[in-house]
């Protein structure tokens, strides 16, 4: 017998009893993202590996170590996205999308990276992004934050905690990386495997360190805020001011960083203590500088991403979502033209009902073991319509969730009868 193939490590399928939950999720995250009058962008998920190796940074970990990249038939290097900014910016870029205009755009889909799979962390997983161009000012990055945590209610989950933090200029983080790698560089015997080989490409990702062991020598490290010019402090002011108008807590976290060679000024983590490890389940921030390094007129940019398995599990943890997309009502049919009849009720009531889940028994056999199917199926009611019912014009209504008898309804009164049941 042959070996049977299963998913590649890391990547998994989503069920169909998930697969109601991701598009509940989906579903809020596009109406609270139309709110804000962000609209959809679509890019490929193939691009040319040199994109990422300008934008992301080629000592970054994902571009040395995570990204699935290969030779096409044409010589071309080729790479899975690994996130969606890159692609989002390349896009504008090529389709004049930011030539004198204000854009606000957002994604969705499957992202690549080639790690450790563990819970919360896949080498397939999903994101939701946005993405907002050519806005200098605190405003929009206000904004941003906003309508992240409009995402919270929409999904009706508790609201993780908000982190923010300022890189600086470019410029100014110059300046501070000097520092900050002496003084590392003072303790090296104090640095793990990871830290140690960070310490020379990027340093600032040790001050975002895990490791308990590492958690003094980082608390006592150079403080970037020390270093922001006049402009930097005012930016960061401002954003720190409209969230305390707008009564939204936060915490100032001088060690969060981000992980992408991009980013500047502010940057952002919605963090929850309900998912162990892996808690951070949206973060974002400012990249200036990007559209230009990749070619483009410089102009300003700040977005988020969110990661769509994290969220998932998130709304489950919490109880949310559960029994969506169940069927309201199963539609059990004796042979012959009671099943003719019964497809063609169906089809009526689906007309009449657009939002009526309505299952419509296939493949016969006995009422006994339909009812048997109608019950696996969670609907709340069996409909029952055999020689008898189609001959009266009625259909037989059990209920298959609560203890009450089963009555029979006319044929015109069934869209009354499901409108009275609030379905």
Known sequence: MPKNIQAIRGMHDVLPDESPLW?????????????YGY?????????????????????TDIVEKEMYTFQDRNG???????????????????????????QRLWYQGGMFRHERPQKGRYRQFHQIGAEAYGLAGPDIDLEIILVTRRFWQALGLDEPELQINTLGTVE???????????????????????????????????????SPAMKPLIDAAPSLMEHLGEASRQHFDAIRQGL?????????N?????????????????????????????????????????????????????????LVALLQEQGIGQGLNVPHAYLVLAAGEPQNQGMLLAE??????????????????????????????????????????????????????????????????????FLSEAF
């Open 23 to 35: 598009q509940f999720l989906e579903a809020r995250v596009k109406d609270v993202l139309g709110q």
């Open 39 to 59: 609209r959809e962008i679509r890019t490929p998920m193939l691009e040319m590996t040199e994109l990422f190796r300008r934008s992301i940074g080629e000592v």
């Open 76 to 102: 071309d290097s080729l790479t899975l996205r690994p996130e969606g900014t890159a692609g989002c910016v390349r896009a504008g870029i090529e389709n004049g999308l930011f030539h004198n205009q204000v």
């Open 172 to 210: 100014e983080r110059g300046v501070y990386r000097e520092q900050l790698v002496a003084y590392l560089s003072a303790h090296r015997d104090q640095l793990d495997e990871e830290s140690l080989r960070r310490l020379g490409s990027n340093p600032l990702r040790i001050l975002d360190s895990k």
């Open 244 to 252: 305390d108008t707008i009564g939204l807590s936060y915490r100032v």
């Open 254 to 310: 001088p060690r969060l960083v981000r992980g992408l060679d991009y980013y500047s000024r502010t940057v952002f983590e919605w963090v929850t203590t309900r998912l162990g490890a892996q808690g951070t389940v949206c973060a974002g921030g400012r990249y200036d500088g990007l559209v230009g390094q990749l070619g483009g007129r410089p102009i300003p940019a700040i977005g988020f991403a969110m990661g769509v398995e994290r």
């Open 348 to 417: 009526r009531l689906r007309d009449e009902l657009p939002s009526l889940r309505l299952i419509s028994h296939c493949g016969g056999g006995s009422f006994k073991s339909q009812f048997k199917k109608a019950d696996r199926s969670g609907a709340s009611y069996a409909l029952v319509l055999g020689e008898d019912e189609l001959n009266r014009r009625v259909v037989g209504i059990k209920p298959l969730r609560q203890a009450a008898e089963q009555r029979e309804v006319a044929f015109d009164g069934l869209r009354e009868f």
